[in-house]
């Protein structure tokens, strides 16, 4: 079975654009979460998914950010518009439901915004 | 609230040298889930163990072992004999049971084996 999907690997892009970034889980998992990771900040929970439903987003950083799950295999995180500070490694993670299960992580996104 | 806190930022050694990476966790519930993911240079985080609350056995796979121990809140690992290939961020996660799926993690901790 394939791992988490992630889409695009690397993205440039300049100030105030606006920039998405996609996810496939692994099928069959209902948890779906999306991490950002700097060298500043570390590995941060940005918002996570159970069965499409948005269940705590309290980590997206303002309004810029945006996410959503339109149905069980894709996900979206949208930035609009991106400024430089956004730059960082975005990974979508995916698990089967209850805490005793492992997350599997996607190879992430590298986002520069310049 | 849970916590998770890894104290080293980053630990250096010679190839050979067994290390112990720190994990110290804090949570108000009585079951709980506590992981070990590893991220090499390559950057895909990779899961590598699962403990829950109840089960205080240590595990060794390989090179690899765990000591997980309630009385200090502390979930510890450990590589024997280090290798150049255990280069990379290690990070201990923690999950609640009435927090279902969401797991806190960790900073990290950076390992350098040195040949």
């Known amino acids: 079975d394939a791992g988490v999907i992630q889409s695009p690997r690397h993205e440039v892009t300049e100030m105030g654009q606006e920039v998405t970034l996609r996810c496939k889980p692994i099928?069959?998992?209902?948890?779906l979460f999306w991490y950002r990771q700097t060298m500043m900040r570390g590995l941060e929970l940005l918002i996570y998914?159970?069965?499409?439903?948005?269940?705590?987003d309290s980590g997206m950083p303002e309004d810029r950010f945006s996410a959503k799950m339109p149905n069980a295999s894709f996900s979206t995180l949208k930035i609009q518009p991106s400024e430089p500070r956004d730059s960082a490694v975005y990974f979508c993670?995916?698990?089967?439901?209850?805490?005793?299960?492992?997350?599997?992580f996607g190879p992430g996104t590298r986002l520069t915004v310049l | 609230a849970q916590k998770v806190t890894q104290a080293q930022t980053e630990i250096s050694v010679v190839e050979k040298e067994d290390v112990t990476l720190d994990c110290v966790y804090e949570t108000r519930d009585t079951t709980y889930y506590l992981f070990w993911y590893k991220q090499p240079p390559s950057g895909e985080l990779v899961f590598l163990i699962r403990r829950n609350s109840f089960d205080e056995q240590n595990e060794i796979s390989g090179r690899y072992s765990w000591n997980f121990q309630k009385s200090t809140s502390s979930f510890n690992f450990t590589i024997t004999a280090s290798q150049v290939v255990d280069s990379a961020v290690y990070f201990c996660a923690l999950s609640e049971n009435t927090n279902a799926g969401k797991s806190t993690f960790g900073d990290g901790t950076t390992l350098t084996v040195k040949p």
């Open positions: 993670a995916s698990s089967l439901s209850g805490p005793y299960n492992e997350q599997f």
């Open positions: 998914f159970n069965n499409n439903v948005p269940i705590d």
């Open positions: 099928s069959g998992h209902d948890y």
